[in-house]
């Protein structure tokens, strides 16, 4: 059993910045992809961006370019910086896992976050 947890949300400015960490705990012998989504309200949850293990990122259209994933691997976290917000980043940020217990391989939701950029 694995459980992850976001924080570093809140209410910013737009062209303001956030840094959003979400850390896995529990029952892991590695975490594999870990990625980033958001969900406005009336919306569908849209991929924001991804990293491998390695390092290999993957980012959506929108946000490339303002927004930086990265993770540290020995405490199982990953982070996503925020840069240059815009109104209509405003969603709540959940945090997604593919995790390997042993020989079991999961994947995992955080619980989200919520981000809103308004003046």
């Known amino acids: 059993q694995v459980q992850l947890v976001e924080s570093g949300g809140g209410l910013v400015q737009p062209g303001g910045s956030l840094r959003l960490s979400c850390a896995a705990s529990g029952t892991i012998s590695s975490v594999s992809v870990m990625g980033w989504y958001r969900q406005a309200p009336g919306k569908q949850r849209d991929l924001v961006a991804t990293?491998?293990?390695?390092?290999?990122?993957n980012y959506a259209e929108f946000v490339k370019g303002r927004f930086t994933i990265s993770r540290d691997n020995a405490k199982n976290t990953v982070y996503l910086q925020m840069n240059n917000l815009k109104a209509e980043d405003t969603a709540v940020y959940y945090c997604n896992a593919d995790v390997w217990e042993f020989l079991r391989r999961a994947n995992y939701w955080g619980q989200g976050t919520q981000v809103t950029v308004s003046s």
């Open positions: 990293i491998t293990r390695g390092g290999d990122t």
